[in-house]
């Protein structure tokens, strides 16, 4: 998606409102949609596959994706036209990393890997009106990250046992199996965009947001997120 004509949308949907009422304090809560790019995911899991390999074993990458959509929900307290500070939950789109070892012995796994990341987030937010109900912002914060990594594994393995005979044998036999674990971390956050603010009762806005550092080397690596959201929001 094109993140600039993205941004454009809040002033083509409000160019022919009238000239708002003037602020007064007031808190919001809001949903807003978002179209992702997860900076250097796939890298950082390309690197990882090879590095898993050695003369014991042969590593492939089977596929990566990253980015795509994601959503969240906010809120915040705008209490002078100027300064306001905002609480968000965020879910980003799920990174997805396929790969295969192949043994000298005949054995193979296919691994497919899924995380699936949380945001919750802190800001300090500044805003400039510039009539109309218009606002341009800018904001600046941190927060925490919380991934789920979920493995599935499939393949043939070599086992060895005795038959009947008492002779030692070998059989390549089918496995599968699931895994998954979690972490957790601290990353920072900025963010800029436009806001239109109807009769001091609903406000829609177009915003650009990076984070960095989410996620850990256990974890296939980190990386930094962009995201262009559009959102809307109620006061109370």
Request: charged share 20%; proline share 3%; hydrophobic share 35%.
């Given at each position: ?71 969240k929900i ?5 209490w002078k ?6 609480l968000s ?148």
């Amino acid at each position: 998606m094109n993140r600039q004509l993205f941004l454009l949308v809040v002033p083509a949907l409000a160019l022919a409102a009238p000239t708002q009422a003037d602020f007064y304090s007031h808190r919001y809560t809001g949903v807003s949609y978002s179209d992702l790019d997860i900076e250097g995911f796939c890298e950082a899991g390309n690197q990882f596959v090879q590095g898993l390999n050695n003369p014991e074993r042969a590593a492939t990458n089977g596929g990566c994706s990253q980015g795509g959509s994601g959503w969240k929900i906010y809120g915040g307290w705008r209490w002078k036209p100027e300064v306001a500070v905002e609480l968000s939950y965020q879910q980003l789109s799920d990174n997805q990393l396929d790969f295969r070892l192949d043994f000298p012995t005949g054995e193979h796994l296919e691994i497919g890997d899924k995380i699936e990341t949380q945001l919750i987030n802190a800001f300090a937010v500044g805003h400039w009106p510039i009539g109309g109900g218009f606002s341009l912002f800018a904001k600046a914060g941190g927060g925490f990250w919380a991934s789920k990594l979920s493995e599935n594994q499939s393949g043939e393995l070599l086992f060895i046992f005795e038959n009947e005979e008492g002779e030692i044998e070998e059989e390549l036999i089918a496995v599968s199996g699931r895994v998954e674990d979690r972490d957790t971390g601290f990353h920072w956050g900025y963010g800029a965009g436009i806001s239109y603010r109807y009769r001091n009762s609903w406000t829609i806005r177009a915003e650009w947001e990076s984070f960095s550092d989410v996620g850990s080397g256990d974890f296939r690596g980190s990386f930094d997120v962009e995201t262009a959201s559009l959102g809307w929001s109620m006061h109370f």
